[in-house]
């Protein structure tokens, strides 16, 4: 349940909501907008209580009920766009799109290093790169993991970048988040409450993969997870979805991003290297995600994609990127961002 209190709201009045929430059980959270106070009642049973309940307390503007399963990622509880602040200046979400780049994992120091300082001069902002790689078999490379973890931390510390890496373990967040500006939940644990909710727990920002076979809707009220717990700092990732068509890796789903903006006030991002399965359809996706209204993307680059340990045949070359930023600037002008 949404409760709008009217403009110039007290404290007192917003205390008075937060009482009554309590004594029926349920917990609240505030969104301090800047014109309105919302007050989002959650718990499980929120619809067997009359709107009344709420609606006759003082201060109370009006009071809806939240049809969706997802609550305090949905456009009902905030109105306006989120946007999260990372470290060294950058923010996602607002009129710029942010391009997060590097390989998929981190290899070594001069691979990183050099992949880093390329991708920052051809306009990346973000430095990605896997220290811990969820694989799909046991037998496949894991990830550098701890030393992967310094070797981003290093390329923070040198090009003044900020840094995004994947968090697979609860027991790590800590670990991770001191080492990284933005931590990464991987498509394969989009429902991994467990970690959801330490994530959640962390103030570190976070880019919520979509599961590969999950629906929007699913992956909104994973969102909730995160914000449940305080962390507001959520990136959504749209990285393709499991479909009948195998020419590409993955389906990506364009429509994800109008539907979000119309469902939820958190940013997304397009990562169409997961999605495409091939360099060669990586511009093609990138391209088409800005004209739909991603705030950002995600893309896979490699100094010798053929040699690269994981995800090769999907990164880009140095040159391949290099290329591609300057394709997308007129097509981020088209639709009034800039990149
Ligand atoms: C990755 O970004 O390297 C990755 C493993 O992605 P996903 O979780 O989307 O498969
Ligand atoms: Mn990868």
């Not at 209190?5 to 009045?13: C, K, L, Q, V, W």
């Not at 799109?97 to 070594?108: H, K, N, Q, T």
Request: net charge positive; hydrophobic share 45%.
């Amino acid at each position: 349940m949404i409760v709008e209190m009217r403009s110039g709201t007290t404290p007192e009045e917003i205390d008075g909501i937060k009482q009554r929430a309590k004594s029926l059980g349920f917990s609240v959270q505030l969104n301090l907008g800047t014109d309105k106070v919302v007050v989002a009642i959650l718990g499980g049973n929120t619809g067997q209580v009359p709107t009344d309940v709420f609606a006759v307390l003082p201060g109370v503007d009006s009071v809806t009920r939240i049809m969706k399963p997802y609550k305090l990622a949905s456009r009902t509880f905030k109105k306006e766009d989120s946007v999260v602040s990372i470290g060294g200046g950058v923010s996602i979400g607002g009129k710029r799109i942010v391009v997060m780049a590097g390989p998929c994992a981190v290899e070594s120091e001069q691979q990183l290093l050099t992949t880093a300082e390329a991708v920052k001069q051809s306009g990346a902002s973000v430095l990605r790169g896997g220290a811990f790689k969820p694989r799909t078999s046991p037998f496949s490379f894991q990830g550098m993991e701890r030393a992967g973890l310094k070797l981003l931390a290093r390329a923070r510390e040198k090009l003044g970048m900020p840094v995004i890496t994947e968090v697979v373990d609860s027991h790590d967040v800590g670990l991770v988040s001191k080492h990284a500006d933005i931590l990464q939940v991987g498509s394969r644990n989009m429902q991994n409450f467990t970690l959801l909710t330490r994530v959640g727990k962390s103030r570190c920002p976070v880019l919520l993969k979509r599961g590969f076979s999950c629906t929007v809707t699913e992956w909104l009220t994973a969102a909730d997870y995160l914000l449940a717990e305080g962390n507001s700092q959520v990136i959504l990732c749209e990285r393709g979805i499991r479909t009948f068509e195998d020419s590409a890796r993955f389906s990506l789903d364009i429509s994800s991003i109008p539907v979000v903006k119309k469902s939820s006030h958190l940013p997304i991002v397009v990562d169409p290297s997961h999605a495409a399965g091939h360099q060669s359809l990586v511009p093609a996706m990138a391209k088409a995600a800005v004209a739909a209204g991603a705030d950002g993307l995600l893309i896979e680059v490699h100094l010798n994609p053929e040699e690269a340990l994981v995800d090769g045949a999907q990164s880009l070359t140095i040159a391949g990127f290099a290329r591609l930023m300057e394709e997308l600037a007129p097509i981020a002008q088209a639709v009034g961002r800039f990149i």
